[in-house]
Structure formats: structure tokens, C-alpha cells
């Protein structure tokens, strides 16, 4: 099952692609249409998208070493 709209709309177009009633409009729905199955684009192009996010949700990287305060630059500093 798809896990966005966006994947869902994508695999409509490929399986539509691969019955011939589009020309694909994107080298890569071109190539998805030549390695992904019929029977697996039809099964996930024809989900509902009730209840489907319109994309996926980005994270946004956590903060690196050194910036959560556990070592601060004046202790590395420090002479001893």
C-alpha cells in the first residue's frame, strides 16, 4: 500500500503507462513502467487516498556532535 497520495498518483500513472492509455510523460514513470509489475501498479495505483498524507513527512537533521553543550569549547581549550 502507498504510503502518500503522491506515491499512490505516481503508480496510477505507471500502470496507465503499462496498459497503454498514457504516453509517459517522465523518463522515470518510462522506467518504473518497464521494471515494476502490472498487477503491483494497478494493486497500489488503485488505493483510496482517504486518510493518505499529500507527501511524506520531512526530518530535519538532529544536532551534531558538540552542539548539545556537552563539551563546550572552553574546557577543550583549557591548558593543564
Not at 63 to 77: E, L, Q
Amino acid at each position: 500500500m502507498p504510503d502518500t497520495k503522491k506515491q499512490r498518483r505516481f503508480m496510477g500513472m505507471v500502470h496507465a503507462t503499462q496498459t497503454g492509455e498514457i504516453t509517459a510523460p517522465s523518463p522515470a514513470i518510462a522506467a518504473a513502467a518497464k521494471t515494476i509489475p502490472t498487477a503491483v501498479a494497478k494493486e497500489i495505483g488503485s488505493a483510496k487516498e482517504t486518510g493518505l498524507p499529500e507527501s511524506a513527512a520531512t526530518k530535519k537533521p538532529g544536532p551534531k556532535w558538540g552542539t548539545t553543550g556537552r563539551i563546550s569549547g572552553d574546557i577543550v581549550k583549557k591548558k593543564f
